[in-house]
């Protein structure tokens, strides 16, 4: 049975079969890592695919998703920059504006009415 053959991995002797699982294992965690929220990816993962594919994987569909989860988690973060600036603008006009009541305030004369 061709499972049962060993195959040298560093100087280890691994049954094929457990070499197998684990190369599946491997694939198993890119496709959970691709099925996150894009800002969990903290690690490529493009070394990973390729080593898998120099083992005989074909992973064109799982690069083409790595690519879009990329865009997407660029898009993230420029989306989460443009966000801070948009903050720090509207915390500065709101400040400004406050001031500008203040000083309209402080220049309008002392009323006497009731």
């Known amino acids: 049975d061709s499972d049962d053959e060993t ?25 959970e890592t691709l099925c996150r929220s894009p800002h969990e990816l903290t690690s490529p993962l493009d070394n990973t695919i390729f080593d898998l594919e120099d083992v005989g994987f074909k992973l064109d569909w799982v690069k083409m998703k790595l690519w879009k989860v990329y865009v997407k988690k660029k898009q993230e973060q420029e989306s989460s920059a ?24 402080a220049r309008a004369p002392l009323d006497f009415s009731v």
């Open 7 to 31: 195959v040298d991995v560093n100087g280890f002797q691994i049954l094929s079969s457990q070499l197998k699982k684990a190369y599946i294992d491997v694939l198993l965690d890119v496709i």
């Open 82 to 105: 443009r966000i801070r600036e948009l903050q720090e603008k509207f915390y500065f006009e709101n400040e400004l504006e406050n001031e500008k009541n203040m000083s309209m305030t």
